[in-house]
């Protein structure tokens, strides 16, 4: 798996961690803008430079959480794709903690996401491990907010 896919893929599952919980805490559906900062990447297998190129980086992105998906519940929005699995999931009183694996290709992908969410906006620090080939352990901070409707 290429760097920018298995960081894309990592990024992914610990952004959408945000508005997805966010809807539980009694979020109205709409436009989230999200932004996720690399704290720390370390990877196997390529030179130190490439890793730290990546530390500090902002990688911002929109998402409209429609009400069908609301209604399904957060779980659904946190997973990237089918092979996602909950190890362990808590949504209470605004503070968000779980733990998730996903299949990406031969790889696996470890998650663990803790967070705080109001109504509006939400903060979450995630860590994230891929096993495989290029082993890449990488951790995060996201910063979201709702931003008004979701534009079609």
Same mark, same amino acid.
Do not use: C, H, L, Y
């Given at each position: 798996m290429k760097i920018s896919t298995r960081l894309a893929a990592s990024l992914a599952c610990i952004a959408l961690a945000g508005p997805a919980t966010a809807q539980t805490a009694g979020v109205t559906p709409g436009q989230? #803008? &999200?932004? =996720?900062? &690399?704290?720390?990447? #370390?990877? $196997? *297998?390529?030179?130190? *430079? =490439?890793?730290?190129?990546?530390v500090g980086k902002t990688t911002r992105v929109k998402h409209c959480m429609t009400p069908e998906e609301a209604a399904r519940g957060p779980q659904d929005l946190l997973k990237t794709d089918k092979s996602c699995v909950f190890k362990r999931y808590s949504m209470v009183n605004g503070r968000l903690s779980s733990e998730m694996t996903c299949?990406?290709? *031969?790889?696996?992908? $470890?998650? =663990?996401? #803790?967070?705080? !969410?109001?109504?509006?906006? !939400?903060?979450? $620090?995630g860590r994230s491990t891929t096993t495989g080939q290029m082993p890449v352990t990488m951790t995060s901070t996201s910063v979201g907010r709702r931003i008004g409707e979701c534009r079609r």
């Open positions: 989230w #803008e &999200i932004a =996720v900062t &690399i704290n720390s990447m #370390e990877m $196997t *297998g390529v030179p130190a *430079g =490439v890793a730290r190129m990546m299949k990406q290709g *031969g790889d696996v992908m $470890t998650a =663990v996401t #803790e967070g705080r !969410f109001d109504a509006t906006s !939400f903060t979450a $620090t």
